[in-house]
């Protein structure tokens, strides 16, 4: 089936003009949240930076995802402080949330501050929110428990954690102004230009390629796994019921309206797991028919779907970005694998890997390091 990202059909603006010849100190692959992140810093140090994109700026899913910014990473806060220990959990959430204020400093009306519900679907899950409602609490992480919903979510949900300072983004333009800002820097950036890593030779690669990677570095393909998701955004509708947004079901459900009214849905991808694990960007009729389904649930009724689409994420063994050097290449560097949870998290690890290149020693890249899945 087609796909169609609501977002990217927003008019642009050419970006502005700043291609040098002959060689780059650095070559940055792919023009999505991470790469224009990079390509910035780069550029704002006086480096020769050129980023290839093989669609358009944000033509990944950096233009096609839900349009949550949230802080944190996919991995739930109290796991976190498991898996990470509390001071790498600790200070992982807190590169989100600096990333999440440089968002907003950055993006202009392309982000909107309006929170977010983390919705409990059973009993279960509304154990797991209040364990890490609970941990958040106890390290001083701001959130509040919801145990009255409003109608229709009273009917379906049983309680939520709100987090007030996570925010909505218009994906595709906050990217877009991304990437004016690194061209403004110096950063020349070429669109429809499709490269591998491996016939660049500037001396040193980013590869900017989160769901992309594994076909531009084939031996992190069982590291950094395609993944897709699909979204759909409905008509405008009468009633403003969702303006912040909502998630629910482990982040398989996951939506908001927009400042017109429009919803936009996403997820149900577990309807077809395996399936999913794909880079192929097309929706399929069974997700779709779920969405279609949820909406009806939400909104009580059908209304007119205008887009449908799908985009791809990397999937990592921990769910964590990989940020720094290719175990095994010299020169190749890579900032990806956010796990579905990129929007803060890649402006934060392209500038980053960007330090990294740079000779600065940032404590964050350790949360980060790629070798950890080596050997
Ligand atoms: C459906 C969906 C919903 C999501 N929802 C959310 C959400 O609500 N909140 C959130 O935080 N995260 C969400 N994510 C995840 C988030 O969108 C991504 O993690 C983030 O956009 C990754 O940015 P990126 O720049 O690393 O990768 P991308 O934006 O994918 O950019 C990679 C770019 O590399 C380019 N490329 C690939 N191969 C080549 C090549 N050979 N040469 C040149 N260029 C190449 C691609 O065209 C692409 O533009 C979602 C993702 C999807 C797919």
């Known amino acids: 089936m087609t796909s169609r990202s609501y977002w990217l059909e ?10 040098f010849d002959g060689r780059a100190e650095v070559a940055v692959i792919g023009g999505g949240v991470t790469g224009c992140s990079c390509a910035l810093t780069l550029a704002e140090h006086g480096v ?14 950096s233009g096609r995802n839900g349009g949550f910014a949230l802080r944190g990473a996919t991995e739930p806060y109290d796991a976190a402080r498991v898996s990470l220990g509390p001071d790498r959990a600790r200070r992982l959430m807190e590169l989100t949330e600096r990333s999440l204020d440089r968002l907003e ?6 982000f909107r501050r309006v929170g977010s519900l983390r919705l409990a679907w059973d009993d279960a899950e509304r154990d797991a929110l209040a364990r890490e409602h609970e941990a958040l609490c106890a390290d001083g992480f701001d959130v509040a428990w919801v145990d009255e919903l409003p109608a229709p979510l009273d009917r379906l949900y049983r309680g939520a954690i709100l987090h007030p300072h996570d925010g909505a983004i218009q994906p595709a333009r906050w990217v877009r102004r991304l990437a004016r800002r690194a061209a403004e820097a110096g950063a020349d950036i070429r669109e429809g230009d499709r490269v591998a890593p491996d016939e660049l030779f500037a001396d040193a690669v980013v590869v900017a390629g989160d769901g992309f990677t594994a076909s531009l570095l084939p031996e992190l393909a069982a590291t950094v796994v ?3 998701g699909q979204v759909l955004a409905t008509e405008p509708l009468p009633e403003r019921l969702y303006e912040r947004p909502h998630y629910a079901r482990g982040g398989y459900d996951y939506w908001h309206q927009l400042p017109d009214g429009r919803l936009v849905i996403g997820g149900q991808r577990d309807a077809a797991l395996a399936d999913e694990e794909t880079d192929v960007m097309e929706t399929t009729g069974l997700v779709q028919e779920r969405l279609d389904a949820l909406v009806e649930q939400l909104v009580g009724a059908r209304p007119r779907v205008t887009h449908r689409w799908a985009g791809i994420w990397g999937t990592t063994p921990d769910r964590n970005p990989l940020v720094g050097r290719v175990p095994g290449r010299e020169r190749v560097w890579i900032a990806g694998g956010y796990s579905g949870h990129g929007n803060a998290l890649g402006l934060a ?3 980053l890997v960007a330090r990294a290149i740079l000779g600065e020693h940032p404590p964050e890249l350790d949360l980060f390091e790629p070798s950890r899945f080596s050997g």
């Open 10 to 19: 927003e008019q642009r603006e050419p970006l502005p003009e700043r291609r």
């Open 48 to 61: 020769r930076v050129r980023l290839h994109e093989a669609r358009e700026i944000a033509g990944g899913a």
């Open 105 to 110: 400093s950055l993006a202009g009306d392309a």
């Open 226 to 228: 395609a993944t897709r």
């Open 349 to 351: 690890c392209g500038d």
